[in-house]
């Protein structure tokens, strides 16, 4: 079974430009998860997708942070303009419903602004 | 108040030895509990998840205490290959949400 795919693995911006995340799922894995992980930090949770419904997106900074998961697959995170402060590791991580049993990440976009 | 307090560390200790970590939470209505690893520059991979009668997993054990609510990890014979930061979860009482603790890094000396 593939793991969840994540694309870039690196990215290097200058601030004010915007940036994309690409995230594949685990295939049959409607739930699909972006975090932000901050040196130092644990992953925080950005917005939660159930199938293609965006459940949970309270701590998405929604002037500067869009996401989609237009077919309930796979998704994009886009950061238009990136701010210094954004430079972090992007996880993206998928589960089959609740998570009951722990779910799996992908390997992380790691964004760095300059 | 944070969902879920981790000491970060860090932890040194020669092999062989027997270490533990430990993580408070501030849900009493928590559902679900896990302990995940996490290596430089990695992602972090689920390493078990920790039940009310405790659970062990070879050398490592984890176990939740409700009442006081907080969970453990305790690795024993401390293998070098056991370096890594090691982060524990804790789920929203419906299970939708998981909070993870800052981590707990660990490096285990020859």
């Known amino acids: 079974e593939a793991g969840v795919v994540q694309s870039p693995r690196y990215k290097i911006i200058e601030k004010k430009q915007p940036v994309a995340f690409w995230c594949n799922p685990i295939?049959?894995?409607?739930?699909l998860y972006w975090y932000r992980q901050n040196l130092g930090q644990g992953p925080e949770l950005l917005i939660r997708?159930?199938?293609?419904?965006?459940?949970?997106d309270s701590q998405l900074p929604k002037d500067r942070f869009s996401a989609e998961r237009l077919k309930g697959v796979d998704s994009t995170l886009k950061i238009q303009p990136a701010e210094l402060g954004d430079s972090a590791v992007y996880l993206c991580?998928?589960?089959?419903?609740?998570?009951?049993?722990?779910?799996?990440f992908g390997s992380g976009t790691r964004l760095t602004v300059v | 108040r944070k969902e879920v307090e981790q000491d970060p560390g860090p932890f040194n200790v020669p092999e062989g030895a027997t270490v533990a970590f430990n993580c408070t939470y501030s849900?009493?209505?928590?559902?679900?509990f896990f302990w995940y690893r996490q290596d430089c520059r990695k992602e972090p991979k689920l390493l078990m998840s920790?039940?009310?009668s405790g659970n062990e997993d070879g050398r490592f054990t984890a176990q939740l205490n409700r009442a006081s609510q907080y969970i453990s990890l305790l690795i024993r014979d401390s293998k070098l290959s056991d370096s890594a930061t090691y982060l524990c979860?804790?789920?929203?009482?419906?299970?939708?949400?998981?909070?993870f603790g800052t981590g707990t890094s660990l490096t285990v000396i020859p």
């Open positions: 979860v804790v789920t929203s009482p419906g299970g939708n949400q998981f909070y």
């Open positions: 920790v039940y009310s």
């Open positions: 997708y159930e199938n293609e419904e965006a459940v949970d």
């Open positions: 849900n009493s209505a928590s559902q679900s």
């Open positions: 991580a998928s589960s089959r419903d609740r998570a009951l049993y722990g779910y799996t």
């Open positions: 295939s049959g894995h409607n739930t």
